[in-house]
């Protein structure tokens, strides 16, 4: 909306992509990975690292204790739930009954 567009720090995310043009270094990290042949999709749950810095950066920030592996990361909300109950069907048997699912919105 153009009331939005009035708000300092809004990137406008409305037609799937900023309104801004891609930072140089971004561009050149993308141009390294090409290059690398490391362009194809990840895991379904996000790699290792970033996990793993997933994990250091909320056990700093927000004082939890949570591991890598505690970890998915999705492209939205759908693939996260649908990912996480899938993981708790084949793994049921080593899970807590107590167990539940979380979804963290930024927002």
């Not at 069907?89 to 979380?102: H, S």
Request: charged share 20%; hydrophobic share 35%.
């Amino acid at each position: 909306s153009n009331e939005l567009k009035t708000i300092a720090g809004i990137i406008n995310l409305a037609i799937g992509e900023p309104d801004f043009n891609t930072p140089e270094h971004i561009k050149q990290a993308a141009i390294q990975d090409v290059l690398a042949n490391d362009s194809h999709y990840g895991p379904y749950d996000g790699t290792v690292t970033l996990r793993e810095n997933a994990a250091r950066f909320l056990n700093k920030h927000y004082g939890t204790q949570c591991e890598a592996s505690e970890i998915m990361a999705t492209v939205g909300g759908l693939f996260n739930m649908l990912g996480r109950i899938k993981l708790w069907f084949t793994d049921c048997q080593v899970n807590d009954p107590c167990d539940r699912l979380q979804f963290v919105r930024k927002g």
